[in-house]
Nanobody
Framework: QVQLVESGGGLVQAGNSLRLTCAAS????????MGWFRQAPGKEREFVAL????????YYADFVEGRFTISRDNAKNTVYLAVSSLKTKDTAIYYC??????????????????WGKGTQVTVSS
């Protein structure tokens, strides 16, 4: 059974940084597009970032505005999301996700086959 386990979330002050980590197991990680979504209380799950299997191509939501960086280490079956200049509106549960076949509608969570349970990021003012 596929496993995605996120870590690295926490409570931080606005303007600070975090690095979220997602450890993957029980599938061929190096062949899967990996991404991050987030969901704030009372809101729908929204796309944050996506990286292709080789790590050469990345995609970001507009709200990222250069503050987040997605990366991966295929040797370690791990994907990262470095988040900086955090804002209170970045408060959400951040989910690691995997997409087997790349889809241009990568903003749509229904295009992803694998999901972690999430890690909470809370940004205080």
């Amino acid at each position: 059974q596929v496993q995605l386990v996120e870590s690295g979330g926490g409570l931080v002050q606005a303007g600070n940084s975090l690095r979220l980590t997602c450890a993957a197991s029980r599938f061929t990680f190096s062949q899967i597009n990996m991404g991050w979504f987030r969901q704030a209380p009372g809101k729908e799950r929204e796309f944050v970032a996506l990286i292709n299997p080789s790590g050469e191509t990345t995609y970001y939501a507009d709200f990222v505005e250069g503050r987040f960086t997605i990366s991966r280490d295929n040797a370690k079956n791990t994907v990262y999301l470095a988040v900086s200049s955090l804002k209170t509106k970045d408060t959400a549960i951040y989910y690691c996700t995997g997409m087997i076949w790349f889809d241009d509608n990568y903003y749509d969570p229904n295009k992803y086959q694998y999901w972690g349970k999430g890690t909470q990021v809370t940004v205080s003012s």
